[in-house]
């Protein structure tokens, strides 16, 4: 799995500054432009991923995290392949939604990590990766129909980042 990312190139990073609020969105880097830093990298931790880079000067970079209600993340269950999007939830921080999951079995305990692909719903190339962890699923609302939805606590702490990584390159060629 190490070799994954290193082929990803990622640069260490340390977060200098955030959105003062419970609800925030933001972190900022102080790694930018003349790290190889560019705007649509994927940001991760160890335990998993963070968001994405949106603004970079010389020497800092915006990261908007995966709680952003603008950020969608293609992605699939990690035991049984069932893709969706994930995006922001009505919980907070530690509540994150996976949607649109046309039906597919997914159940507590299971995780949740990027596709690499794109959804049919936004039919965007995704910016992340895929196998990049997100979390794991706390519930399930309504459970094997058209509306359901998976509550996912992110494997990251988005309130206490300290240190994040900027995967620089894209290995697998999801993207030019």
Known sequence: KASGLDAARPVSARVIGQSPTLWYSTIVIDRGSGD????????VTGDGLVGQVTTVSGNSAVVTLITDSEIGVSARVS??????????GPGG????LLKYTNRGRIEKG???????????SDRLESVYPPGIPIGSITSVTDPE???????IKPFADLRRLEFVQVLTARPNGNRP
């Open 36 to 43: 190889g830093v560019r705007a649509g990298q994927p940001v």
């Open 79 to 88: 035991e049984n392949g069932v893709p969706g999007v994930v995006q922001a």
């Open 145 to 151: 129909t058209d509306s359901q939805e998976g509550h």
């Open 93 to 96: 921080p530690d509540d994150l």
């Open 110 to 120: 299971w995780n949740v990590e990027t596709a690499g692909t794109t959804s049919a």
